[in-house]
T-cell receptor, first 114, second 115 residues
Framework: AQSVTQLGSHVSVSEGALVLLRCNYS??????LFWYVQYPNQGLQLLLK??????LVKGINGFEAEFKKSETSFHLTKPSAHMSDAAEYFC????????????FGSGTQLTVLP | DTAVSQTPKYLVTQMGNDKSIKCEQN?????MYWYKQDSKKFLKIMFS???????INETVPNRFSPKSPDKAHLNLHINSLELGDSAVYFC??????????????FGPGTRLTVL
């Protein structure tokens, strides 16, 4: 079975500061990992995904994530936070069964302070 | 053009009623999903269909019944609604359930409130 754990349900950063959102995974097979963002009252939008092609993955809106097998981590970063980054962020892992559903973490609410 | 659409966006109803949520995708995808997001924002898979065939049926009360009339549509019918059914329900689609790298595209969600 696969699972992800997101450390920190709430993260606050100042505008222009580094954003770091943590995700650790557990998987019995090589994992495929995803980060999604959910803006208030909206659906989920894919930020980036790890598919084993490269350990450093670049996504939309200046976000990137690094897959570290030794640490079983896939943390999301952005060098400089913008007010528009305030949202809920979800890490997810794709299943290994035939159905391939996503298993989500509990989410991290990012607040950007002016 | 909306890729994955859901209707209605908001649904307020009384306990015991029966209601349906509709989902349509115009991406030509083979696989569609229903997820439930609870009040703590936790997302959990409920069902998945691949080319109109049910492939995931998680531990969901049998009051919930999905129906896929064609591969572009996946509806969710809920009988005898209970207070605990209040949540946001998301529909999603992906090209092919057999690929672990496929991106799932999500609809805007349906906020169900049971009074």
């Amino acid at each position: 079975a696969q699972s992800v754990t997101q450390l920190g349900s709430h993260v606050s950063v100042s505008e222009g500061a580094l954003v770091l959102l943590r995700c650790n995974y557990s998987s019995s097979v090589p994992p495929y990992l995803f980060w999604y963002v959910q803006y208030p009252n909206q659906g989920l939008q894919l930020l980036l995904k790890y598919t084993s092609a490269a350990t450093l993955v670049k996504g939309i809106n200046g976000f990137e994530a690094e897959f570290k097998k030794s640490e079983t981590s896939f943390h999301l970063t952005k060098p400089s936070a913008h007010m528009s980054d305030a949202a809920e962020y979800f890490c997810a892992v794709r299943g290994s069964g035939s159905a391939r559903q996503l298993t989500f973490g509990s989410g991290t609410q990012l607040t950007v302070l002016p | 053009d909306t890729a994955v659409s859901q209707t209605p966006k908001y649904l307020v109803t009384q306990m015991g009623n029966d209601k349906s949520i509709k989902c349509e995708q115009n991406l030509g995808h083979d696989t569609m999903y229903w997820y439930k997001q609870d009040s703590k924002k936790f997302l959990k898979i409920m069902f998945s269909y691949n080319n109109k065939e049910l492939i995931i049926n998680e531990t969901v009360p049998n009051r919930f019944s999905p129906k896929s009339p064609d591969k572009a549509h996946l509806n969710l019918h809920i009988n005898s609604l209970e207070l605990g059914d209040s949540a946001v329900y998301f529909c999603a689609s992906s090209p092919n359930s057999g690929s672990r790298t496929d991106t799932q595209y999500f609809g805007p969600g349906t906020r169900l409130t049971v009074l």
